[in-house]
């Protein structure tokens, strides 16, 4: 388990891991299983039918953290995986994702993956994913997220999702359904360079009485880079929805930002707004002035965007 610089490089950003995991822990490389650990409250085994593991979190579980981070180093290597997570009532847990990929070859290395969560009565999830790509081979380097979460009465979800950099074509896929009282918060950061793409179609679903959900997108698209997204709030009770999508565009990036709303109650309070635009000038004279060249002070304030 992280015989390498470069695994040991990987897990680091993607995962803040320094040496073996704390806890449950499932760490992925090339396909294959590169180290394992249950504990007494969560359990995680390889699935029997399809790539991809179950994750069974035992009712009344606080204060656990499973870790489940994703790492490819073979230029050419495509994977599909499916990973379900079945959490008790009356949990409060942390499940850490993510994927990194180092390709220094000439093919195509991709990592698709499909995570569906079942959340209990009651419990508490928070669920961080950051996708990280490096190495200087021509091979792309692709990722392809689709995460599935149903909520039961009272549950909430806060969901953390970053792309760092590297990732040349991404396509996420998110849809969240919440029963009555539950609550879902995504947060999303974004960052294309070069000529990198990146859609990102996300759907949440206001079900139940006094559900709740949130939308906070924040993406930059520098060079020659594209992004779509697609965020939408659907309010079938009566319930509260807010999307919100702020972008910064550069060089000769594209960006499209397409929120909507649907309301299919008349207690559903339901509220979207999207804004793009570019580095303000002042924001960059204040910081020269300070002694930062432009370059370091647009660095400066990209990073606070996406922080």
Do not use: W
């Amino acid at each position: 388990m992280m015989d390498t610089e470069i695994d040991r490089s990987l897990l680091e950003k993607i995962a803040d891991l320094i040496g073996k995991p704390v806890g449950a822990f499932n760490i992925r490389k090339d396909s294959g299983c590169d180290g394992r650990q249950s504990t007494e409250h969560i359990e995680i085994t390889s699935k029997e039918d399809k790539p991809g593991i179950d994750i069974r979190v035992k009712p009344g579980t606080v204060g656990e953290t499973c870790y489940i981070p994703v790492i490819i180093t073979k230029s050419g290597l495509q994977e599909m995986v499916y990973n379900d997570f079945f959490i008790g009532e009356g949990c409060d847990v942390n499940i850490v994702a993510g994927c990194g990929i180092h390709n220094c070859g000439g093919e195509e290395s991709r990592h698709d993956g499909v995570h569906t969560f079942y959340v209990g009565r009651g419990s508490r999830v928070r669920y961080t994913e950051k996708h990280y790509g490096e190495g200087d081979g021509t091979g792309s380097r692709v990722m392809n997220p689709e995460t599935v979460v149903y909520l039961e009465e009272g549950a909430s979800i806060q969901m953390e999702t970053v792309q760092i950099r590297g990732i040349d074509s991404t396509k996420r896929t998110t849809k969240i359904v919440c029963g009555k009282g539950a609550e879902a918060v995504v947060t999303e950061r974004l960052l294309t360079h070069g000529t990198q793409t990146a859609e990102s179609d996300m759907e949440i679903v206001l079900n139940g009485e006094d559900s709740k959900g949130r939308v906070i997108s924040r993406s930059v698209a520098q060079d020659r880079s594209e992004q779509v997204f697609y965020p939408r709030m659907v309010g079938s009770a009566p319930c509260f929805g807010h999307v919100q999508c702020d972008s910064i565009i550069m060089g000769e990036a594209k960006i499209k930002s397409i929120p909507a709303i649907t309301a299919n109650c008349t207690e559903a309070q339901l509220v979207h707004e999207a804004a793009i635009g570019k580095i303000a000038g002042d924001q960059l004279l204040k910081l020269e002035t300070l002694g930062l060249t432009e370059e370091e002070a647009e660095d400066c304030i990209l990073k606070g965007f996406l922080a």
